[in-house]
């Protein structure tokens, strides 16, 4: 009877398994489907981005579509890129606007991706924030307007500034991956 048991019980966590591991990669997969199918997307384009909102909704997933244009905010400590450590560079989710290095983000322990700057002066843009009683200072992505989150100035050295990002709204691309692409479309 135990020997079953743990059989069972053995065989149900190996299915879960299966079952989790293909499950994300179908979502992943239909994530770059959506980014292939959306017409402004790109990583070295610097043009403004003005689209309506249900251009957006159309292009858009649920998830970067409730944070980018409704200004939602994902639950703290579930973003992929909350502990993530890889070298290179997060874009707008929603049309590929270079926002940070991987060199500014740290640690914060707010429960978001957190940088100390964005990538260059023209990748934020900044506007006041008085909702929910607080005054805050919303960060919006430089070419779309994308709401990427809020910044503060409980940050670390050089800056003192802390970006508190929705990972939501983030892409990223390995430093590897942007120079062999860089050097691919420079030949």
Not at 54 to 80: M, N
Request: charged share 25%; net charge positive; hydrophobic share 25%.
């Amino acid at each position: 009877m135990f020997k079953t048991a743990i059989t069972l019980i053995t065989a149900t966590l190996l299915l879960q398994s299966c079952f989790s591991q293909s499950t994300t990669n179908k979502k992943e997969k239909s994530m770059e489907d959506k980014k292939m199918n959306n017409p402004v997307y790109s990583t070295t384009d610097s043009s403004k981005v003005n689209l309506k909102e249900d251009e957006w909704k159309k292009i858009l997933s649920p998830e970067v579509f409730h944070i980018a244009r409704q200004k939602g905010t994902e639950r703290p400590y579930t973003s992929k890129f909350e502990g993530f450590k890889e070298t290179g560079t997060y874009y707008c989710a929603a049309c590929g606007n270079p926002l940070f290095k991987s060199d500014a983000k740290f640690e914060s322990g707010c429960g978001w991706p957190s940088f100390y700057e964005p990538i260059s002066k023209g990748a934020i843009i900044y506007t006041p924030d008085n909702t929910y009683g607080m005054s805050r200072t919303e960060t919006q992505c430089g070419r779309c307007k994308a709401h990427l989150g809020h910044v503060f100035n409980d940050g670390p050295p050089p800056t003192g500034l802390r970006f508190c990002i929705n990972g939501v709204v983030l892409d990223f691309e390995k430093a590897k991956d942007a120079e062999k692409k860089y050097n691919e479309e420079h030949k």
